[in-house]
């Protein structure tokens, strides 16, 4: 296991992400990178040539030496062929030791690099310098950070010198897959922000683009809209040192185009099958910047051929509330395209964007497999069924085949065997299907399952220097669900409306996970859909068995008496208000469970189910009523009354001031002498301990009850002025958080990022994945809900990691320590995180671990 740590950090922490993430030897040390890959302008030697030229080897004469004394004029270079488009964060140097018999080493090199071959470009940092200092002697290794970082495949690097003299070489690079598989955008170039005399310009142009630069339009190249530097909230604040404000996003201006959007075409070097586009952009509304209020994407098959006619259109929903920066992701549909051009609509004065990353498959055409049987010779014949080849030559046609005859006959055997098998295997299906038919289908659709790059066990965080590996990293295997004991591998695919039992050799990442086992192993289980389309708790059954007016302990509330302030969401059945009850505090009496009113009106939430919901919906909707009445505890939200004798269901609930955990924390910073010089707002270590607290104490009442909520998270926390918590079950509905679920087409969402692996791959969902969850709620906390978890990882890759999780072969990736956290709470977070369901804490045991700090 690699556990990557951290080092003076000459930028902010969450800029360096993805180079951490990203920071993988990429073969010339181990022997990935072939010699044949590997090649030069010139050699010295025959024993110092290019193949020689890897780190840490001391084959051949110990390195790469180019032929004669190296002149200042002199454009000597070492290439490499990565074998594919690669993200490049680091390169390392060494120079000639050869066993302590050799002297000669390059004091500073340039680097070249091509995404094709052909076209080459120059390598500068941010200040626009194109030479890196390397090595002051023959045996130490020296690791460059590239900033900015590279995609690329090949690789030229170039030694440079200011007196002649003699140099070698030997290198490593390192980085991952460039999975995303674009390799140019074109845009109109950024523009300049003019603000109040005296002040600086905020340049917003793409400073770090490779490509052409004319007539105020780029193309051909890539910048900084993908090198994995995300903004901050507030855009005049730069992730990096010594460069001018707003460096870190790229904007434009409303009108100043001649139109009301951007228009951006993205090139890709493969026909793609494509899923989403993920755009970062900035909302600080106050100076006049909205995310794009809609974006219109049109598609290209190739790059020849003519736009599609039908685009991709996608609305997106505005924020007057919160100024933070965010992902905005866009659906595509699974359209095919090499080829796309988006046009962004501006919400406001202006627009800015500092990444853009897109998930997608690689076409794959379907064609109808027939049984075939292959010879050993290879030739283009050699595909063909042995009886069409004979039919196919002329020179035997009509001639007695002697030699051939028994291998003939083994032929006609074997396609005799293998329609044997396919027959048995056709009944089989058609047996399990029909046993099968009733059984629920998992709600997981059909994903391309990958990752950034295979790895051991990683925490992100900024290495001083690139894990070594001795060999190269084995692709990741397939996930193999498990039955609902998991006890044994199970693999159930879809078959004429049923489940059958495929061959597990022919089993595709994607289809293991589609319409496998059923979603809900535990049958002590009923799950209500209520409003939101999900559920809150998932209850033992006999709680909800049947239900009658009586069985709620709650008064009817006056209908009228309730006035619309604000839409806080919709879900697949009702939508959640903010109204304001007059009269509530008299209606429910002595003792009622509100906050302090101040003379001002209660706030409250009321869940709506809509008229024309379903009647398992309606259903459901009153089984949570009698549910929610029954809970009574300080850090869960009560059910205060509801309206029920008339269209539409209403339950009214408290709610909070302060509004939910996850917008509270993401407007605050960690309280310090600063934050109190400039009135900003913020929290204590102390304030988080305590939030930490209530939260475990509030799972703790739930757990004791055996109810099991599925999506404690910081959305599903409100907070009222006195920092009491109360768990809640809202997040769901808010749009405002639709990216923090991960949605099956048509039918639900899962918070994949909060649930435990045997949730997302079993369907299992116990008191044990609702401590996993708060192991990730604790995260959120301590970084201050400044990220969403595993914001590196795509949703695939998320549902990958909990396969790496269950095969428990070290490779799985965890949260990285938030900065924030103290050592002891990082290791109770990981405790929550442990795949052994039997090993994790108890709600109770979290909560006597947490309240002693709480007095610090």
Known sequence: MIILTSFALSADFDSLCVAAHCRYPLGMEDGRIKDHDITASSQWYETTGPQYARLNREEGDGAWCPAGLLQPSDTQYLQVDLGQL?????????????????????????LNYSRDGLLWKSWKNRLGDKIMK????????????????????????????????????RVELYGCPWHDGLISYSSPEGQQMYSSPGYPIVSLNDSTYDGVHERRKLSGGLGQLTDGVIGQDDFLVTRQYHVWQGYDYVGWKNGSLGSGHVEMEFVFDKQRNFTSMKVHCNNMFQSGVKIFSSVSCSFKPRLLANWEAEPAEFHTVLDDRNPSARYVTVPLGRRTAKALRCRFTFADMWMMFSEISFQSVNTVIPTQMTPVVTSAWPNEESSMPTTQKTATNPSVEGQPDNGNTPVLIGCLVTIILLLVVIIFLILRCQYVCKVLEKAPRRILEEVTVRLSSSSDTVILQTPPVPPRVSQMDPPYERIFLLDPQGQERVELLACGGGYAEPDVTQCTPHQCFHNSVPHYAETDIVSLQGVTGSNMYAVPALTVDSLTRKDISVAEFPRHRLFFREKLGEGQFGEVHLCEAEGLPEFLGEGAPLPDRDGRSVLVAVKQLRADATNNARNDFLKEIKIMSRLNDPNIIQLLCVCVSSD?????????ENGDLNMFLSQREMESTLTHANNIPSVSLSDLLHMSVQISSGMRYLASLNFVHRDLATRNCLLDRRLTIKIADFGMSRNLYSSDYYRIQGRAVLPIRWMAWESILLGKFTTASDVWAFGVTLWEI???????????????????????????????????????????????????????????????????????????
């Not at 970084?783 to 998320?798: A, F, G, M, N």
């Open 86 to 110: 690669t993200f490049l964060t680091v390169v390392g140097t060494q120079g000639r030791y050869a066993r302590n018999s050799g002297n000669e080493f390059a004091r500073m090199y340039r």
């Open 134 to 169: 390397a090595n002051d002697n023959s045996y130490a290794s020296v690791i460059k950070d590239l900033h900015p970082p590279v995609i690329s495949r090949f690789i030229r690097l170039i030694p440079v010198t200011q007196v002649p003299n003699t140099v070698c070489m």
């Open 648 to 656: 539409p269901l209403c339950m009214v609930t408290e709610y909070m």
């Open 782 to 856: 301590f970084t201050l809900c400044k990220e969403q978890p595993y914001s590196l990882l795509s949703d695939e890759q998320v549902i990958e990691n909990t396969g790496e999780f269950f095969r428990n072969q070290g490779r799985q990736i965890f949260l990285f320590p938030p900065p924030l956290c103290p050592s002891s709470l990082f290791e109770l977070m990981m405790r929550c995180w442990d795949r052994d369901i039997a090993d994790r804490p108890t709600f109770e045991g979290l909560y006597q671990a947490l309240r002693p700090h709480v007095a610090l």
